[in-house]
């Protein structure tokens, strides 16, 4: 296993599918990753030289994406503003309510059960 970013990707796993693991890449993002790279997307993360490795390190740290714990850390942010200034996503998430208008009367019934 190999720790990038705070994320343990899977050697044996092309490097396409290894890098979504971290969160905050998606697929659309981890090809475009490879691509400026070079790298072949069908490469196992296992047959990367150490510096292809520091490369694609260093890439992911200097590109503007919110990953990890910044991203997580901005999703908390966000639902708490929608709480704090009383919209109606923030009211229904204290409740427990489904937020995006599902249907409550029959539907929902483990979102009640969980608070």
């Known amino acids: 296993m190999i720790y990038i970013l705070e994320t343990e990707l899977l050697e044996n796993k092309p490097i396409f599918f290894s890098l979504t693991r971290i969160f905050g890449i998606g697929h659309f993002q981890s090809f475009s990753i490879c691509k400026k790279l070079g790298l072949s997307n069908n490469c196992?993360?296992?047959t990367l030289k150490p510096d292809q490795i520091v490369k694609l390190v260093k890439f992911i740290e200097n590109s503007n994406l919110p990953i990890n714990s910044g991203l997580k850390k901005s999703k908390i942010m966000l639902?708490?503003?929608l709480v704090q200034i009383?919209?109606?996503k923030g009211i229904r998430r204290l409740r427990g309510l489904p937020i995006r208008g599902q249907r409550t009367h029959t539907n929902a019934k483990t979102a009640f059960k969980i608070r």
């Open 44 to 46: 196992k993360l296992s």
């Open 79 to 81: 639902a708490k503003n």
């Open 86 to 88: 009383k919209a109606y």
